[in-house]
Nanobody, 124 residues
Framework: QVQLVESGGGLVQAGGSLRLSCAASGRSFSSYTMAWFRQAPGNEREYVAHINWSGGSRYYFDSVKGRFTISRDNSKNTVDLQMNSLKLEDTAVYYC?????????????????WGQGTQVTVSS
């Protein structure tokens, strides 16, 4: 069992930056693939990025490549999402998720555990 708690959301102007953090508690955090998803009102939950258990492999949704960076610290049981050059379309609730699978786990259905979400609002 893994419990996930996100923090760091807020209101930012377009072009600005935010750093989201996800704190995990429970067993074997370092064995999980960790990801960030987001969901805007009226939309389905959308994949953003994921990182493998060691942090050696990172994957991104095309629309955030070059702007977002996912990282993890297994000694602190945390996974972060640094978001730069934010755009209006990045506005959403951002969720941290954990999966026991590896590889191309870009669907929410692959993830066993979810945080409660943190709101990111980008204004013009």
């Amino acid at each position: 069992q893994v419990q996930l708690v996100e923090s760091g959301g807020g209101l930012v102007q377009a072009g600005g930056s935010l750093r989201l953090s996800c704190a995990a508690s429970g067993r074997s955090f370092s064995s999980y693939t960790m990801a960030w998803f987001r969901q805007a009102p009226g939309n389905e939950r959308e994949y953003v990025a994921h990182i493998n258990w060691s942090g050696g492999s990172r994957y991104y949704f095309d629309s955030v490549k070059g702007r977002f960076t996912i990282s993890r610290d297994n000694s602190k049981n945390t996974v972060d999402l640094q978001m730069n050059s934010l755009k209006l379309e990045d506005t959403a609730v951002y969720y941290c998720a954990a999966s026991s699978l590896e590889g191309s786990v870009v669907s929410p259905s692959y993830y066993n555990y979810w945080g409660q979400g943190t709101q990111v609002t980008v204004s013009s």
